[in-house]
């Protein structure tokens, strides 16, 4: 009987404990990914800024693609980890 209640208070520790660890964890994941879609974001951007007079319009067109889809990427994983730690 006293391994049954064992079993019993182990659950419902881990029911309780482990979405409260793994909240924090999930928003900082965000936020990393965040981090680095930007960076990726900016980086092109660096690109197209010093190289703007020399590229083509098809390879410009694809860069300013590539930094608007980063950019969207990377301010959505900030607003989800937002949405993630204050809920």
């Excluded at 067109?61 to 980890?81: D, E, H, N, P």
């Amino acid at each position: 009987m006293a391994q049954k209640d064992i079993v019993r208070e182990a659950r419902h520790f881990v029911k309780h404990v482990i979405p409260v660890a793994v909240k924090p964890l999930h928003s900082l994941w965000h936020e990393v990914l965040g981090f680095f879609f930007l960076a990726f974001a900016g980086i092109g951007a660096f690109k197209v800024w010093r190289n703007a007079a020399t590229l083509g319009p098809m390879r410009l067109a694809i860069l300013i693609l590539f930094i608007v889809v980063m950019a969207g990427y990377g301010v959505s994983s900030f607003l989800k980890a937002r949405k993630i730690s204050r809920s």
